[in-house]
């Protein structure tokens, strides 16, 4: 079993920024794949960032170039740093873990990120 706390979430201005953090425990933190994801109002929820177990990234092209995803192994952390934040940003991130080698999933509870003057 794993566990993520994610944090860091709050309400800023168009074109600022903000970094979450997702705490996960377990011992094989250096193996997991960790995804960001976030859910508008009303929308469905949508993949913003990937991180590999080797640091390999992918962003779909709504937030490339202003999202960064990186991981630090030996504090069980992974970060999603978003820059030039816009409204449509708005949403609630949620850090997803995929645990080899069965690929399993774990989901924490989520962080509320507004973006509006």
């Known amino acids: 079993q794993v566990r993520l706390v994610e944090s860091g979430g709050g309400l800023v201005q168009p074109g600022g920024s903000l970094r979450l953090s997702c705490v996960a425990s377990?011992?094989?933190?250096?193996?997991?794949?960790f995804y960001w994801y976030r859910q508008p109002p009303g929308k469905e929820r949508e993949l913003v960032a990937r991180?590999?177990?080797?640091?390999?990234?992918y962003y779909p092209d709504s937030v490339k170039g202003r999202f960064t995803i990186s991981r630090d192994n030996p504090e069980n952390t992974v970060y999603l740093q978003m820059n030039n934040l816009k409204p449509e940003d708005t949403a609630v991130y949620y850090c997803?873990?995929?645990?080899?080698?069965?690929?399993?999933?774990?989901w924490g509870p989520g962080t509320q990120v507004s973006v509006s003057s």
């Open positions: 997803n873990a995929n645990i080899p080698p069965l690929w399993e999933a774990y």
């Open positions: 377990g011992n094989s933190f250096g193996s997991y794949w």
């Open positions: 991180i590999s177990e080797e640091g390999s990234t």
